[in-house]
């Protein structure tokens, strides 16, 4: 594993931005694994910049997410759908059709599952799967469990994710449940780049990186993955190294 430590935010956020499009530029169809949340905010923000700019080019670049809500259409403005469309994919010149989620509406979740992981394996797999850090260790929604899930599944967020993500819902109810990629979907992308910043992540950081391999922790299976990248603030990597 690697380690660039970054002042703050903003240099997370540039260097995040500089190895996803050093991808797109080594790779022009290059396969990335996206997410949401806040942790990645920053680095969208600049790669929408850099394409506005001319410097990147995402015409053949594909895109897989991570995760979607379950019950929350593309048009609801929690939904990760919605969320990619507004910080990304609406602003750069990735063809609509090139870019992947699951579908939060889907009446059948296994079926829906099943065409997710097709989608993955269609593409030939993920070149740079990028990650943020649940404050429980999870990465996609795969939760602390028993076992490392495999493919795509529906999983029951937990307390913790729960009242995380109540933050972006008001007075509505945050969903229950939810599709994600699974742990060995994540764990065979060729590159892992991993980003975590502020203080409130030091310690999950730190078990995840430096404590016992375990479900109980979902990131810690990322140690033994061959090409991660972890980016992070100094506040996030105090008490790592
Ligand atoms: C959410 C998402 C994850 C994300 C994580 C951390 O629950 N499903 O993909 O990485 O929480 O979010 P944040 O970056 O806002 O801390």
Redesign the pocket.
């Given at each position: 594993m690697r380690i660039f430590r970054t002042k703050d935010y903003e240099d997370m956020s540039r260097q995040a931005a500089n190895l996803l499009g050093a991808q797109v530029l080594l790779k022009p169809d290059a396969v990335l694994g996206l997410?949401?949340?806040?942790?990645p905010l920053g680095a969208y923000r600049l790669l929408r910049e850099r394409c506005e700019k001319g410097e990147l080019d995402f015409s053949r670049a594909r895109a897989i997410n991570?995760?979607e809500y379950c019950g929350l259409g593309p048009q609801h403005p929690q939904s990760y759908r919605y969320f990619m469309q507004q910080n990304l994919f609406d602003h750069i010149n990735i063809p609509p059709e090139n870019t992947h989620l699951p579908h939060g509406l889907a009446p059948d979740p296994a079926a829906e599952c099943a065409r997710y992981d097709a989608v993955i394996a269609g593409a030939g797999g993920i070149d740079m799967q990028l990650?943020?850090?649940?404050l429980n260790g999870?990465i996609?929604?795969n939760e602390p469990a028993d076992t490392f899930a495999g493919g795509t599944h529906r999983v029951a967020l937990t307390q913790s994710?729960i009242q995380?993500?109540s933050r972006f819902f008001g007075e509505e109810e945050v969903p229950r449940y939810a599709y994600t990629m699974g742990i060995s979907s994540i764990m065979q992308a060729r590159r892992i780049l991993v980003i975590v910043s502020g203080e409130s992540k030091a310690q999950i950081l730190r078990e995840a990186f430096a404590g016992p391999v375990t479900p109980l922790v979902p990131a810690s299976v990322l140690q033994l993955h061959r090409d991660v990248i972890l980016v992070g603030d100094a506040p996030a990597l105090s008490l790592l190294c």
């Open positions: 997410a949401t949340g806040s942790s991570l995760d990650l943020g850090l649940g999870h996609g929604f994710t995380a993500n």
